[in-house]
């Protein structure tokens, strides 16, 4: 039988994704990645998620792509959720991240339902490692189940060996900072940092358990990284966990006439021509791009520090502001003076903005983050030095990442883990932005050590993604891998 012009020969890649923004661009990247090379993809999402990114679906389909977008009800009621809380985004509190967490393996059965119908039959699985679930459904079709890290090598490393030499069993302080052990360089992390912590409340242990025994059982693991980035911790990762690790990023720089970072299922709140005209006028490298991500909430007061820390620096600064972050207080701070003293070199976007473009305009010369991967490795992909700002879960370690392994960044030394329950929290001072700022972007031997590594790594980036680059490699034996295991059985 033959489907988008595919025969029975070809594999059939089902990707299930975490339903979070920061876990779904990467894997749709990956989705196209796979279709280009000749398979089929069905990716599973659902109706709130799909009306997200109904602009890149679009994109696909134009382009001829053979990616199925399966869109499965989320049962929110029955998770015990709000209706239409199918986003990590939406959630509007801490409690229910549990429920969410648990509500996605309701999909199962949906799912089945479809591959019982599905012709080319899936002859691979590659899920979030949160989706415990899809072990299941390997078992019963007797095919290979990869898992997707959507962060870092390294962090996945750092929390593999937390885990396994038990570092916090007789740590009662949760700020007391304690050595990673077997890592090729030094790094410390306290238990309030390490993202583990999320799944630690007596709870989440059953669910934990399934993760765990997920990642156990799968046949390898794929990571949005490339080899020349972190070789050393792929390499010790493999080793660890003894199961074979593809690294195919950045996942951003692939198919960009596809999923164009302008389309990426929201608008800006200035069109992305404004914003180019704009940089276009500034210096060369002389702008600092402030963003944390799609989750990260800032408190009032946090945001009046940031804002007073960007005029003080007199650098040139493009400033995201999410919607649930716009309030009254705000309003009236930046319309009291800040606005005006700032008008000509700030520009300040309300939502979402193209990020990538913005990362990668000439003018721009640094980028102040919240540290989700996604944002970092599209940091290192432009070649850009950083300020980090984590808030949670994988931040912090990407921060040492950062900081103390590659050092491209500036640590803005924030200690504590934020919450979107916490709403009056202080993280940062002024003078800290401030001083992160002018020292990254105006110091002498040490910024321009910096700024050279960054660019080093941005055009290693590029180059592993090209035909014969390492990426491209990996992904290359990833897919004979999955042929030759339909072809072997499993």
């Not at 309030?192 to 709870?203: K, L």
């Not at 992305?272 to 002389?286: G, Y």
Request: hydrophobic share 40%; net charge negative.
């Amino acid at each position: 039988m033959e489907m988008n012009g595919l025969t029975d020969q070809k594999p059939h890649f089902l990707l299930v994704p975490l339903m979070a923004q920061g876990h779904m661009i990467p894997m749709i990247d990956m989705a196209c990645l796979i279709a280009e090379r000749g398979a089929f993809v069905s990716f599973i999402t659902t109706p709130v998620n799909a009306a997200r990114i109904r602009p890149i679906i679009d994109r696909v389909k134009i382009a001829g792509l053979p990616v199925k977008f399966l869109e499965l009800e989320f049962p929110c009621a029955e998770a015990g959720l709000p209706d239409g809380c199918e986003n990590a985004d939406l959630i509007p509190s801490v409690d229910l991240f549990l429920p969410f967490f648990e509500g996605l393996s309701l999909l199962q059965q949906q799912l089945e339902l479809y591959l019982t119908e599905v012709k080319p039959a899936p002859t691979c699985i590659i899920s979030d490692n949160v989706q415990w679930w899809t072990m299941n459904i390997a078992r019963e079709l007797n095919i290979p189940r990869l898992i997707f890290h959507g962060p870092s090598c390294f962090f996945s490393l750092c929390t593999h060996n937390i885990r396994k030499y038990k570092v916090y069993e007789n740590v009662a302080d949760d700020f007391e900072t304690v050595l990673v052990p077997n890592l090729p360089h030094t790094i410390t992390v306290s238990k309030a940092q390490e993202p583990g912590t999320w799944f630690h409340p007596p709870e989440y242990e059953n669910f934990r358990n399934k993760v765990m025994k997920s990642e156990e059982t799968a046949d390898g693991v794929v990571i949005n990284t490339f080899e020349e980035l972190e070789s050393e911790y792929i390499k010790l990762y493999e080793k660890e966990i003894g199961q074979r690790v593809w690294p195919i990023g950045p996942l951003s720089l692939y198919n960009k006439d596809v999923t164009s970072k302008a389309t990426r299922g929201k608008k800006a709140s200035i069109d992305e021509h404004q914003i180019s005209n704009w940089l276009d006028c500034m210096d060369q490298r002389s702008v600092v791009f402030v963003s944390f991500g799609s989750i990260a909430q800032n408190s009032p007061s946090q945001i009046i520090e940031i804002g007073c820390g960007l005029e003080a620096s007199n650098q040139p600064f493009i400033w995201v502001i999410k919607e649930s972050e716009k309030c009254p207080e705000v309003g009236d701070w930046m319309s009291s003076g800040f606005t005006e003293r700032t008008r000509g070199r700030g520009l300040i976007i309300t939502g979402w903005a193209p990020q990538v473009v913005i990362l990668s305009h000439p003018s721009v010369g640094g980028f102040m983050t919240h540290c989700g991967w996604n944002s970092t490795l599209e940091a290192i992909s432009a070649g850009l030095p950083m300020i980090t700002c984590p808030h949670f879960a994988d931040q912090f370690l990407n921060e040492k990442l950062v900081v103390e392994v590659l050092k491209i960044g500036i640590s803005l030394g924030v200690k504590k883990p934020s919450s979107i329950d916490e709403k009056d929290q202080v993280r940062v001072k002024r003078d800290q932005v401030e001083k992160a700022i002018v020292s990254l972007m105006e110091g002498g031997e040490e910024a321009e050590e910096r700024r050279l590594k960054a660019r080093e790594l941005g055009e290693m980036a590029q180059k592993a993604t090209e035909e014969g680059g390492s990426s491209y490699e990996n992904l290359t034996h990833l897919i004979q891998f999955v042929t030759e295991s339909a072809e072997n059985g499993a």
